[in-house]
T-cell receptor, first 111, second 113 residues
Framework: AQTVTQSQPEMSVQEAETVTLSCTYD???????LFWYKQPPSRQMILVIR??????QNATENRFSVNFQKAAKSFSLKISDSQLGDTAMYFC????????FGKGTRLSVIA | EAGVAQSPRYKIIEKRQSVAFWCNPI?????LYWYQQILGQGPKLLIQ????????DSQLPKDRFSAERLKGVDSTLKIQPAKLEDSAVYLC???????????FGSGTQLSVL
């Protein structure tokens, strides 16, 4: 069975600083996808970044980037220049169909 | 492009009552998912449809939960009878194809008293 572990239940960061959220996963599949989703208080899950496991290059989306270590099954999210609007729950997810989600990390950006 | 629509936004019922949730995916999205998100946890897939067929319902408690997507467009999820442990947010998501970007609705928050 696939598992996704997010070891940091809560984190905080000062506005404009950089923060890294950790995620490890376990899968027996050879081809799979990895995602980070953001869930603000509105409850709507919003895709932050997506990585295809067969691609060695780390995905980036503006201020968001990942450090994908396939051998270690690690997929961390780095948020640069943190903004107040980044305050939310962040979920790591892996797999094909279905996606398996971690328990989330609550990120607070402090002014 | 309109997003994934869900209703109702909130629902409060007593245990043993029945409840239904509705989801209208983004137009053209063949794949539809229902997720259950219990407080403090990540979403857990209940059922996945490809058009009007079920792809995966392995984690759906079939003695009380049912779902349908008769015309391959909108979908309903029903719980009958509800238990206290069914209190959660029920999220609907859709994608053009499996493994592509999922678009989520705002969810229905269910409280079973």
């Amino acid at each position: 069975a696939q598992t996704v572990t997010q070891s940091q239940p809560e984190m905080s960061v000062q506005e404009a600083e950089t923060v890294t959220l950790s995620c490890t996963y376990d899968t027996s599949e050879s081809n799979y996808y990895l995602f980070w989703y953001k869930q603000p208080p509105s409850r709507q899950m919003i895709l932050v970044i997506r990585q295809e496991a067969y691609k060695q290059q780390n995905a980036t989306e503006n201020r968001f980037s990942v450090n994908f270590q396939k051998a270690a099954k690690s997929f961390s999210l780095k948020i640069s220049d943190s903004q107040l609007g980044d305050t939310a729950m962040y979920f790591c997810a892996s797999g094909n169909t279905p996606l398996v989600f971690g328990k989330g990390t609550r990120l607070s950006v402090i002014a | 492009e309109a997003g994934v629509a869900q209703s109702p936004r909130y629902k409060i019922i007593e245990k043993r009552q029945s409840v239904a949730f509705w989801c209208n995916p983004i137009s053209g999205h063949a794949t539809l998912y229902w997720y259950q998100q219990i407080l403090g946890q990540g979403p857990k897939l209940l059922i996945q449809f490809q058009n009007n067929g079920v792809v995966d319902d392995s984690q759906l408690p079939k003695d009380r939960f049912s779902a349908e997507r008769l015309k391959g467009v909108d979908s309903t999820l029903k719980i009958q009878p509800a238990k206290l442990e069914d209190s959660a947010v029920y999220l609907c998501a859709s994608s053009r194809r499996p493994n592509e970007k999922l678009f989520f609705g705002s969810g229905t928050q269910l409280s079973v008293l």
